[in-house]
């Protein structure tokens, strides 16, 4: 526990830092934020891609707020009934407001318990954290009904845009795929800020939160995964790869990377939901510059990095994803109230060498799942062909990412 008068320098403390922080450049989550609802609006995402921005973004719009970083070392002891004084402190300071503002809370135990007794009383939170998994079981057992979701990815190619002023096309996309989307990387171009930020994902997110003895374990095996970002795997090859005893150690490793952010994973499209689950999945990267950063063979990949970007914007919309493998393969799956709506194939060049190939996983795709038309997408080609009744169009992705 914290002593109240520790805890109202502290309060004090973040509130003067706050207002010497830049606004940053303006999200596109901002639009879809509703303060003024009886939910608590739960942010989740990597560390470092912006969420403390969005809150500050947000917090410029309020006239009348309270503000907490849980993130701050000076808070270490924090405990959850230290927010009975931390709410006292909040009134006294800075009078009444029925709006919070809490910086990765998941860093206090039980801390659902304060938020769902304050939403009874018609209070409004905003409240980030860093670690899905905790977030989701907490909110699951306390906030059921109360809260609402949104997920904050590093940069798109639009605020990238947007970041560095620059003009949509081949040229700032080319930087922008290789570059990634994580705001201190773009501004300082280090690749030590974003190798820094996957060690410390790896001991503070992983290694501390789930008490694993190996840091080398599970650093290896996302070292293994996100340089090989598109590519099929499965849990026991995995598991025989790293000796890890047992496939279920594989699958707790994997859904703990998950859990932080650092990638993601597909899996191949199946009617039987069983099929779907033994089959082997996909695997992404949060963000291409980090992936590079910590990857050599991943940075000179551009066809890796080119379907790693289209998987990440697909992914922002929240749509189900998954790939497609019949007597072909297509990348992607997009399904949507139980139908599958589109099907995708990522190509960096369409040519006469691969065109056999590329084409007809996706014919067989549209053909399977009654679809008229398929998209290609690629760095810089534009065209439209008809084949076996299908339409295809082929358009370069940073076209498709900005609805061109």
């Known amino acids: ?72 070392p000076r808070v270490a002891n924090f405990e959850v009934e230290d927010f009975q004084k931390l709410n006292d402190i909040f009134s006294e300071e800075y009078g009444q407001s029925n709006n919070y503002f809490f910086d990765e809370i998941q860093n206090i135990h039980k801390w659902e318990l304060f938020v769902r007794t304050m939403l009874d009383k018609n209070k409004h939170f905003m409240i980030t954290g860093s670690n899905a998994s905790l977030l989701s079981k907490e909110l699951g057992t306390r906030l059921t009904g109360r809260h609402l979701n949104h997920e904050l990815f590093p940069f798109s190619y639009r605020e990238f845009l947007l970041f560095t002023s620059k003009k949509a096309g081949t040229d700032s996309f080319g930087e922008y795929l290789e570059n990634g989307g994580f705001p201190e990387y773009l501004l300082y171009k280090k690749s030590s800020i974003l190798q820094e930020l996957f060690n410390d994902i790896i001991m503070r997110d992983i290694i501390v939160r789930y008490k694993l003895r190996s840091t080398k374990e599970i650093k290896d095996i996302a070292l293994y995964l996100i340089t090989n970002a598109g590519a099929e795997f499965s849990y026991n090859n995995l598991a025989k790869t790293f000796n890890l005893g047992s496939t279920n150690s594989a699958v707790a490793f994997v859904s703990y990377l998950e859990d932080s952010y650092l990638l993601f994973t597909i899996s191949k499209f199946d009617y039987s ?10 695997v992404y990267s949060i963000d291409n510059g980090l992936s590079s950063a910590i990857s050599i063979s991943f940075s000179s990949n551009k066809v890796r990095m080119l379907e790693n970007h289209v998987f990440l914007d697909l992914r922002r919309t929240g749509k189900e994803i998954y790939y497609f493998k019949g007597e072909k393969e297509c990348d992607f799956l997009i399904k949507e109230k139980n139908k599958i709506t589109a099907a995708i194939q990522v190509c960096y060049e369409l040519n006469e060498d691969n065109k056999e190939r590329e084409v007809e996983g996706l014919i067989e795709a549209l053909q399977k799942f009654d679809l008229s038309k398929g998209l290609i997408l690629t760095y810089d080609q534009d065209d439209v062909l008809k084949l076996s009744g299908k339409t295809i169009t082929i358009k370069p992705v940073w076209k498709w990412v900005l609805g061109d």
């Open 1 to 72: 526990m914290i002593l109240k008068e520790t805890l109202k320098g502290i309060v004090k403390a973040q509130k003067e830092e706050l207002s010497k922080i830049d606004y940053g450049t303006q999200r596109e989550e901002l639009s879809n934020i509703k303060l003024n609802m009886p939910f608590a609006l739960v942010v989740s995402g990597i560390r470092r891609c912006g969420k403390s921005t969005l809150l500050r973004q947000v917090m410029k719009t309020t006239k009348n707020f309270y503000y907490f970083n849980f993130e701050d």
């Open 273 to 282: 939901l069983k099929k779907q689950a033994v089959n082997p999945k996909k």
